[in-house]
C-alpha cells in the first residue's frame, strides 16, 4: 500500500513546518502549500487524501479553496480539514455547509490534531 | 520530607480517597501541594503532615486529596465504549417500562466530559430511544470538578479534545473564547458529591456505569470492594464501562466481560446451583 498523503495549506511556514512534523508522525507523506490557489493547483496534479487549510492566505483564501476543491473533486475527496485563528461560531458553520470535514481552532498540538484527523475519518481510533 | 511524614500523608490519602501514593510519587506531592504550601506559609510537607495531625485540620485535610486526584478528561474519551453506548441505549429504552429513564452514572466525573457525552450520544440517537429520557448522575470527590462540570463551560482547547466539530456546533453555545453545554444537555445531568469509599447504594440502582481510569489509583482489597458495590446496583441487563487498563479479572466475580467487546462489563449470570 502506497504511503497516504497530506497537503498543508497555510501562508506561515513556521505553521507548516509544525503541522508537518505532527502529520508526519501519523504516518502521512506531506506535501506544502502557501496559499488555495497553489494547493489547487497541487491537487490537480496529485489528489492528496487529506487537506490541513488555513482560511486567511493572499491569493486565494481558504474557503474558496474549499469551495472549488468540493466542486472539482466532489465531496469525500480530499478529507478537508481547517486549521485557523477564525473561531466563531458562524465561521465554523460556514466551512462545514462548503463541505469541510473538521475545523481545528489555532493553537493547535499534536493532540488535537490527531483528535481531529480521527473524527474526519482519517485515523483510527487509538485503542 | 522524612518517610515517616510521607506514610502519613499517603495514609491519609488512601482513607480518604482510595488512591494509593506509592513510594515514587513523593514529587507529585510536591507539586500538587506546592501552591498550598506557599499559601499557608507552611516550610514543607513536613510542616504540613504535622499540621494535619493536630485536631481540626479536616479542611486542610480535605484539600490535600482534592489536590492529589487527577482530572484528566476529554469528550468521548476512548471513543469504543460510546460506539457501545450507542447500541445500548436503544435496547435498554425497548426493555423499560414506559415512563422509566435510563439511569447512567458518571462516577468520578471529573470536569464533566463523560457525562456530556453520554447526554450527547443519547441526544444524537434521537427517534431511535422512542423519546426515552436519560437520568445522568455525576459524581467526584473534588467539589472543584463539580463546580466546573455542572457549569458546563469548556476552554477552546478542551472542546477540541474527542468532540466531533458537528457536535460542537449542535451542542454548545459560543461565549468569547469558551463554549458552553446547551440547556438541553445541561437538564439531563445532575451533578453530587460522592466518594467512592462510601457504600454507592445511596445513589440508587442504574443501567450504566462508567467508572472508567478510577480503579488503577487503588490497591487490590479497594478495587474488588468497588466492583462488588457497582456490580450490586447495577441492573440485570445493564453494562460498567472500565478504562482500557481495567478489569474485573481477580477482582470480582460479580461482573463479566461482554463478549467480544473490550472494557464493557456485565453482571455474572446467577450459575444454576448443582442438584
Same mark, same amino acid.
Given at each position: 500500500m502506497s504511503q497516504r498523503t497530506c497537503l498543508v495549506v497555510d501562508d506561515s511556514t513556521v505553521v507548516r513546518k509544525a503541522a508537518r512534523r505532527i502529520i508526519e508522525g501519523f504516518g502521512f507523506r506531506v506535501s506544502e502549500a502557501k496559499d488555495g490557489q497553489e494547493a489547487l493547483d497541487a491537487c490537480r496534479s496529485a489528489l492528496p487524501e487529506a487537506v490541513l487549510l488555513d482560511w486567511n492566505m493572499p491569493v486565494m483564501d481558504g474557503i474558496t479553496f474549499l469551495r472549488a476543491a468540493r466542486a472539482e473533486f466532489g465531496p469525500d475527496q480530499p478529507r478537508i480539514v481547517l486549521c485557523t485563528t477564525e473561531a466563531e461560531l458562524s465561521k465554523i458553520l460556514e466551512a462545514?455547509?462548503?463541505?469541510? &470535514?473538521?475545523?481545528?481552532?489555532?493553537?493547535?498540538?499534536?493532540?488535537?490534531? +490527531?483528535? $481531529?484527523?480521527? &473524527?474526519?475519518g482519517l485515523l483510527e481510533e487509538a485503542a | 520530607m522524612t518517610p515517616d511524614s510521607f506514610n502519613f500523608l499517603a495514609g491519609l490519602v488512601k482513607a480518604r480517597s482510595g488512591i494509593v501514593l506509592t513510594a515514587d510519587k513523593g514529587y507529585m506531592l510536591e507539586t500538587r501541594l506546592g501552591p498550598m504550601l506557599r499559601r499557608e506559609s507552611m516550610q514543607g510537607l513536613d510542616a504540613l503532615a504535622q499540621r494535619l495531625r493536630a485536631p481540626r485540620a479536616e479542611a486542610l485535610a480535605a484539600e490535600v486529596v482534592e489536590a492529589l486526584t487527577t482530572n484528566e478528561s476529554s469528550f468521548f474519551r476512548d471513543g469504543k465504549p460510546f460506539e457501545h453506548l450507542k447500541k445500548l441505549l436503544p435496547k435498554l429504552a425497548a426493555a423499560r417500562p414506559p415512563g422509566q429513564p435510563i +439511569?447512567?452514572?458518571?462516577?468520578?466525573?471529573?470536569?464533566? #466530559?463523560?457525562?456530556?457525552?453520554?447526554?450527547?450520544t443519547a441526544a444524537e440517537l434521537g427517534p431511535a430511544l422512542g423519546g426515552r429520557k436519560l437520568d445522568i448522575l455525576g459524581t467526584d470527590i473534588s467539589r472543584e470538578m463539580l463546580d466546573r462540570? &455542572?457549569?458546563?463551560?469548556?476552554?477552546?482547547?478542551?472542546? #477540541?479534545?474527542?468532540?466531533?466539530?458537528?457536535?460542537?456546533?449542535?451542542?454548545? $453555545? &459560543?461565549?468569547?473564547? +469558551?463554549? +458552553?453545554?446547551?440547556?438541553?444537555?445541561?437538564? #439531563?445531568?445532575?451533578?453530587?458529591?460522592?466518594?467512592?469509599m462510601e457504600d454507592p447504594r445511596t445513589l440508587g440502582r442504574f443501567d450504566i456505569i462508567f467508572c472508567r481510569n478510577v480503579l488503577i489509583y487503588f490497591d487490590a482489597p479497594t478495587k474488588s470492594r468497588v466492583l462488588g458495590s457497582l456490580a450490586g446496583m447495577l441492573a440485570p441487563d445493564g453494562v460498567v464501562y472500565l478504562g482500557g487498563a481495567e478489569t474485573v479479572l481477580g477482582l470480582t466475580e460479580r461482573l463479566v466481560p461482554a463478549p467480544g467487546e473490550r472494557g464493557v462489563y456485565e453482571p455474572a449470570r446467577a450459575t444454576a446451583k448443582a442438584g
Amino acid at each position: 500500500m502506497s504511503q497516504r498523503t497530506c497537503l498543508v495549506v497555510d501562508d506561515s511556514t513556521v505553521v507548516r513546518k509544525a503541522a508537518r512534523r505532527i502529520i508526519e508522525g501519523f504516518g502521512f507523506r506531506v506535501s506544502e502549500a502557501k496559499d488555495g490557489q497553489e494547493a489547487l493547483d497541487a491537487c490537480r496534479s496529485a489528489l492528496p487524501e487529506a487537506v490541513l487549510l488555513d482560511w486567511n492566505m493572499p491569493v486565494m483564501d481558504g474557503i474558496t479553496f474549499l469551495r472549488a476543491a468540493r466542486a472539482e473533486f466532489g465531496p469525500d475527496q480530499p478529507r478537508i480539514v481547517l486549521c485557523t485563528t477564525e473561531a466563531e461560531l458562524s465561521k465554523i458553520l460556514e466551512a462545514l455547509s462548503a463541505g469541510a &470535514q473538521e475545523y481545528v481552532m489555532k493553537p493547535f498540538d499534536a493532540d488535537i490534531l +490527531r483528535d $481531529k484527523f480521527t &473524527q474526519a475519518g482519517l485515523l483510527e481510533e487509538a485503542a | 520530607m522524612t518517610p515517616d511524614s510521607f506514610n502519613f500523608l499517603a495514609g491519609l490519602v488512601k482513607a480518604r480517597s482510595g488512591i494509593v501514593l506509592t513510594a515514587d510519587k513523593g514529587y507529585m506531592l510536591e507539586t500538587r501541594l506546592g501552591p498550598m504550601l506557599r499559601r499557608e506559609s507552611m516550610q514543607g510537607l513536613d510542616a504540613l503532615a504535622q499540621r494535619l495531625r493536630a485536631p481540626r485540620a479536616e479542611a486542610l485535610a480535605a484539600e490535600v486529596v482534592e489536590a492529589l486526584t487527577t482530572n484528566e478528561s476529554s469528550f468521548f474519551r476512548d471513543g469504543k465504549p460510546f460506539e457501545h453506548l450507542k447500541k445500548l441505549l436503544p435496547k435498554l429504552a425497548a426493555a423499560r417500562p414506559p415512563g422509566q429513564p435510563i +439511569r447512567v452514572w458518571s462516577a468520578a466525573c471529573s470536569s464533566g #466530559q463523560e457525562a456530556y457525552s453520554i447526554a450527547m450520544t443519547a441526544a444524537e440517537l434521537g427517534p431511535a430511544l422512542g423519546g426515552r429520557k436519560l437520568d445522568i448522575l455525576g459524581t467526584d470527590i473534588s467539589r472543584e470538578m463539580l463546580d466546573r462540570a &455542572q457549569e458546563g463551560v469548556f476552554t477552546q482547547f478542551e472542546v #477540541q479534545r474527542g468532540l466531533p466539530v458537528t457536535m460542537l456546533v449542535k451542542h454548545f $453555545k &459560543q461565549e468569547g473564547q +469558551r463554549w +458552553r453545554v446547551a440547556p438541553e444537555l445541561r437538564a #439531563q445531568v445532575r451533578w453530587q458529591f460522592f466518594n467512592l469509599m462510601e457504600d454507592p447504594r445511596t445513589l440508587g440502582r442504574f443501567d450504566i456505569i462508567f467508572c472508567r481510569n478510577v480503579l488503577i489509583y487503588f490497591d487490590a482489597p479497594t478495587k474488588s470492594r468497588v466492583l462488588g458495590s457497582l456490580a450490586g446496583m447495577l441492573a440485570p441487563d445493564g453494562v460498567v464501562y472500565l478504562g482500557g487498563a481495567e478489569t474485573v479479572l481477580g477482582l470480582t466475580e460479580r461482573l463479566v466481560p461482554a463478549p467480544g467487546e473490550r472494557g464493557v462489563y456485565e453482571p455474572a449470570r446467577a450459575t444454576a446451583k448443582a442438584g
